[in-house]
């Protein structure tokens, strides 16, 4: 359950911007999770929850939305574009499992469909991002 | 916004007392096997100590300590192994020796993840065996790791120092903490890198022998701490403590 350190830093995040800001409450986290990384929602979520209490009223009315969003990779060499799902059929389950704790190992893994070149940039979806963090004083 | 990667490291190290970055810009001067024993003597003397190979594209620490069949559990993050006393962490147990081809960009993305989610235990050392070059992994190595120490390799070649000094000077120039410097795969004594070390005011941290049996014990301890080598080495850790 590597998705507990990943929803700690989440939280961690917008514990700084709550001190930053002087903010008694924080009201809204926006987020978004690449596809790549796999995260488990399940697990996911009961950490956000989980750690969210151990920070008394900080997150009593914090509304979380979490999108998210497909990758695409695109290769440095020959231009191509194209998504995970092109892929995904030729990644074993050992392999996503080491690609969902460092999402950069898919390029030990995949290669461009077109012209076979590890070379490529994953240009969206790669993990974890923050979009906004609300609260009020 | 941020990357919320970065809210945790500090987190995820404040248990670690000493940081110890094994660098020396160069390329094949032995970072790899001075980390991988260095980690091993300072365990040996009853420090709890961590290896951090910092190596993505060419981790090599676990050939040097041969180390195979054992991998990180999941707890709250991953729990690196411990395996002969050192807890241990290498990119290869995710690569499984894959060629791994990455731009510097996605290195620094692959280190933060790494140090996002790794769990060490309470450390009295992390050693970090540092890549070749003077370029990505130094810098997130100086941001991320605060307060790390630079334990620079030099041979004691006038041209391999040439690449030595221009990283002290730069570690100079930034405040990094310089822990000092080690002269490795000594054949002869001229006495070139003490003089330099009191030329730039970095402390010397020992000498280690070239010891041509060396290859013959990589990948196993036992022949390991047999070794001159290793005996060199555990008189730099000496130096340390
Ligand atoms: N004192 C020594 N005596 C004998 N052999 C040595 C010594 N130091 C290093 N070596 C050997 O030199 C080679 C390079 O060492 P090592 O891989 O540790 O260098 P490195 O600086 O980590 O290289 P890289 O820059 O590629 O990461 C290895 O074969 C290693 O066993
Ligand atoms: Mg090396
Ligand atoms: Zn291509």
Redesign the pocket.
């Given at each position: 359950m590597h998705e507990w350190a990943l929803a700690d830093a989440v939280i961690q995040t917008a514990v700084e911007v709550a001190q930053r800001e002087s903010l008694k409450k924080i009201t809204s986290i926006k987020m978004s999770l690449g596809e790549l990384q796999e995260i488990e929602r399940e697990f996911f979520d009961t950490a956000l929850n989980e750690l969210m209490k151990t920070h008394g009223d900080l997150f009593s009315k914090t509304k979380i939305n979490i999108k998210t969003i497909k990758t695409r990779f695109k290769c440095r060499a020959c231009g191509h574009q194209w998504k995970l799902s092109d892929t995904e059929k030729t990644l074993d389950e050992e392999t996503r499992e080491s690609i969902h704790f460092i999402p950069e190992v898919a390029h030990v893994f995949i290669r461009c469909p077109k012209c076979k070149s590890p070379d490529f940039d994953i240009v969206e979806g790669r993990g974890i991002g923050i979009d906004s963090i609300v609260g009020e004083k | 916004m941020k990357d919320p990667r970065l809210s945790v490291i500090e987190k995820r190290l404040k248990n670690i007392g000493k940081i110890i970055a094994v660098s020396?810009g160069?390329?094949?001067?032995?970072?790899?096997?001075?980390s991988s024993l260095l980690s091993l003597a300072l365990s040996k003397k009853g420090y709890n100590v961590g290896l951090l190979d910092l190596?993505l594209t060419?981790p090599?620490d676990h050939v040097?300590l041969g180390i195979k069949d054992v991998a990180p559990t999941e707890k709250e993050g991953i729990i690196p192994p411990t395996v002969n006393g050192v807890q241990f962490m290498s990119v290869v147990f995710y690569t499984n020796e894959n060629p791994t081809p990455l731009r510097g960009e996605e290195v620094s993305n692959a280190i933060k993840e790494i140090l996002c989610i790794t769990r060490w235990n309470n450390l009295d050392f992390l050693i970090i065996?540092m890549?070749?070059g003077i370029g990505d992994e130094l810098f997130d190595t100086i941001e991320l790791f605060q307060g790390a120490e630079f334990l620079l390799?030099s041979t004691s070649s006038k041209i391999v120092f040439e690449t030595v000094k221009k990283l002290l000077l730069l570690l100079q120039e930034l405040n990094v903490p310089i822990l000092g410097i080690v002269e490795?795969?000594?054949h002869y004594d001229n006495g070139y890198i003490k003089n330099m070390c009191k030329k730039h005011h970095a402390p010397f941290l020992g000498e280690?022998?070239?010891?041509?049996n060396?290859?013959n014990a990589?990948g196993n301890i036992n022949k390991i701490m047999d070794t001159q080598?290793f005996k060199?080495i555990d008189g730099v850790a000496e130096n340390i403590v």
């Open positions: - | 020396g160069k390329g094949g001067i032995g970072k790899s096997v001075t190596d060419s090599s040097v065996d890549p070749p390799l490795n795969m000594k280690i022998w070239f010891d041509k060396f290859e990589v080598l060199d």
